[in-house]
C-alpha cells in the first residue's frame, strides 16, 4: 500500500504570499484615489505657493493659519500632509514642511501642473469614467464623452 502525499494545511482564513500580494494591489488600487484626492486638495489650498511664500520649512500651525481653516481642523491638515509627506510631494523637517521638486511642478508659475491636477479629478471628467463598463457594453459607436454628453462631440 502506497503512502498519500502529503498535503500542506493552509488555513482557509490566511490568503497564501502571491494571494497576499494579489489582495494588496488591488486594494491598493482601489484605494488610489485617496492620493489624487490629497494632491487636489493641496493644489486648491495653494500649500506649494503657502510654503513657498513663507521662505523657510513651515510648520503645520502656521500653514493652517495661511489657509485659513478653523483650528480644530488642524489635525487633518496634518494627516493631508502627512499623506503628502509619504507621496514625496513635500518633505517634513522638525522645523515644518518643504517643497519637493514634485511640490514646485504645483505652483501656478512655471509648468502649473496643479491646473493638470484639476482638471483630470474635475467631476464632469470623473463622470465619464464612471461610465466605461456601460460604454464597452452597449453596441453604439459612441464615446465615453458623448454618452456622458448626450451625444456631444469632443
Known amino acids: ?25 488591488i486594494q491598493n488600487l482601489n484605494l488610489s484615489y485617496i492620493s489624487t484626492f490629497a494632491l487636489r486638495c493641496a493644489v486648491d489650498l495653494d500649500i506649494s505657493g503657502r510654503i513657498q511664500a513663507y521662505g523657510r520649512p513651515m510648520p503645520l ?10 483650528p480644530e481642523k488642524d ?10 509627506v509619504y507621496q514625496g510631494i513635500f518633505v517634513q523637517s522638525e522645523a515644518g514642511y518643504q ?3 514634485a511640490s514646485e511642478l ?25 461610465r466605461l463598463s456601460e460604454v464597452l457594453k452597449e453596441s453604439s459607436e459612441r464615446s465615453l464623452f458623448e454618452k456622458v454628453f448626450d451625444g456631444k462631440k469632443l
Not at 500500500?1 to 494591489?25: E, F, G, K, N, Y
Not at 489635525?75 to 503628502?84: H, I
Request: glycine share 6%; charged share 20%; hydrophobic share 45%.
Open 1 to 25: 500500500m502506497r503512502a498519500a502525499a502529503p498535503r500542506l494545511l493552509v488555513h482557509p482564513q490566511v490568503p497564501s504570499v502571491p494571494r497576499q500580494m494579489d489582495l494588496t494591489r
Open 61 to 70: 500651525n502656521e500653514l493652517a493659519r495661511s489657509i485659513p481653516i478653523p
Open 75 to 84: 489635525s487633518m491638515l496634518g494627516r493631508l500632509m502627512a499623506l503628502l
Open 99 to 101: 517643497l519637493t521638486p
Open 106 to 130: 504645483l505652483q501656478t508659475e512655471g509648468t502649473n501642473m496643479g491646473a493638470n491636477v484639476r482638471l483630470v479629478t474635475d467631476e464632469e471628467v470623473l463622470k465619464i469614467w464612471g
